[in-house]
C-alpha cells in the first residue's frame, strides 16, 4: 500500500522558511518522479514542483520559482521542499504526490 507522509508545515512570517518533508513506502521510492501540490483555502489544487527519479531533473511553477525548492533522498525514501521568502499567497495545505496519490497533506500559514 503506498503511504505518503507530509510533515514540517507550520506559521511563519513572511520572508520567512520552512522546510517540508515526505516520507514514502509501499513502492520503490527512488524509480519514481513525484510532484509537490498545494491547495490554498477556497481554491483548487495548484502544482508546485517536479524531482525526476534520481533528483537531476527539477521544474517549479512560476508563482514559486527563485524561493523554493525541492530535493530529495531516495536512501531514506524522503522527498523534500525547502519553502524560502515566503509570502501570504503561499499559505496552503502542501501535498506530495505519486502518481495522482496524495497524502495528508501539512498546512503552511504565512501570516504577520
Known amino acids: 500500500e503506498v503511504r505518503l507522509v507530509e510533515s514540517g508545515g507550520g506559521l511563519v512570517q513572511p520572508g520567512g522558511s520552512l522546510r517540508l518533508s515526505c516520507a514514502a513506502s509501499?513502492?520503490?521510492?527512488?524509480?519514481?518522479?513525484m510532484d509537490w501540490v498545494r491547495q490554498a483555502p477556497g481554491k483548487g489544487l495548484e502544482w508546485v514542483s517536479y524531482i525526476n527519479d534520481r533528483g537531476t531533473s527539477t521544474s517549479y511553477a512560476n508563482s514559486v520559482k527563485g524561493r523554493f525548492t525541492i530535493s530529495r533522498d531516495n536512501a531514506k525514501n524522503t522527498l523534500y521542499l525547502q519553502l524560502n521568502s515566503l509570502k501570504t499567497e503561499d499559505t496552503a495545505i502542501y501535498y506530495c504526490?505519486?502518481?495522482?496519490?496524495r497524502g495528508q497533506g501539512t498546512q503552511v500559514t504565512v501570516s504577520s
Open positions: 509501499g513502492f520503490t521510492f527512488s524509480m519514481y518522479s
Open positions: 504526490r505519486y502518481r495522482g496519490t
